[in-house]
């Protein structure tokens, strides 16, 4: 979702601590699974890095691929610059839908539980982000 | 579907398959767990600060409670010995 592992990571530790603060403090209620619970910490934690990146306009020249095979992480490590490049187009909420859909396979009724929206909300996003592309990729193509 | 939705979506299917093998670094699970162990420590202390301070006020209502209870038996104390002191003298 964020295109850069050493975001990701920061963003994963955080959800572990927030994970753990909620359990110590009894705020996690049950009522979603554990999984969905933590695909939703992490998430949240993605969209506001990604509308603080956008406020910021800071790129990272950062992009260490985690793989441990030299070749494979070379390859990742391209398609992880290409996909941030290409999804930076898209708002933060319309590319967490999009990536939680494409990358992680989700269905639609567990992205709207994961971003605590509806089904309908998931599908206009899922078909506003692919207009986005679309249009990125006429642009381009007219350049 | 168009040919752009055809590009759409083998690009993002490639992009899927090219990135699935994509890992945290070398040493982020110790971090994590560091990070982790930091924090319950740091949760761990402010509740026995949280529970001092409980106790500390918990001591200073019983403290005021014990004068309290002091300066009202002092006081019962004091009128009865003056009720038998006066009675003593009565009864000379």
């Not at chain 2, 890992?23 to 110790?30: L, R």
């Not at chain 2, 202390?45 to 409670?65: E, N």
């Not at chain 2, 014990?66 to 038996?73: D, I």
């Amino acid at each position: 979702m964020l295109g850069n592992v050493s975001d990701a990571e920061d963003i994963v530790q955080e959800t572990y601590l927030r994970a753990h603060r909620a359990l110590v403090d009894g705020q996690f209620d049950g009522r979603s699974r554990v999984r969905t619970w933590l695909y939703r910490i992490t998430s949240n934690l993605a969209i506001d890095a990604l509308r603080s990146r956008k406020r910021q306009r800071v790129v990272s020249d950062d992009r260490a691929v985690g793989v441990s095979d030299g070749l494979a992480a070379a390859e990742a490590r391209v398609a992880l610059t290409e996909l941030d490049d290409w999804l930076s187009v898209l708002p933060a909420e319309q590319r967490a839908a999009l990536t939680l859909s494409v990358m992680e396979g989700f269905p639609n009724a567990e992205i709207a539980r994961i971003l605590g929206c509806s089904e309908g909300a998931v599908e206009q996003r899922l078909v506003r982000a692919r207009t986005t592309l679309r249009s990125s990729i006429r642009s381009t193509d007219d350049d | 579907m168009t040919d752009i939705d055809d590009a759409i979506e083998s690009r993002l299917s490639r992009l899927a398959a090219e990135t699935k093998n994509v890992g945290p670094t070398p040493g982020f699970e110790a971090r994590v767990h560091q990070a982790l162990l930091t924090h319950q420590e740091a949760t761990l202390w402010s509740g026995i600060l949280r529970q001092g301070r409980l106790g500390i006020a918990a001591a200073v209502i019983a403290a005021a409670a014990a004068v309290v209870l002091a300066v009202q038996s002092e006081r019962v104390y004091d009128s009865e010995v003056a009720v038998t002191y006066g009675a003593v003298e009565l009864g000379w």
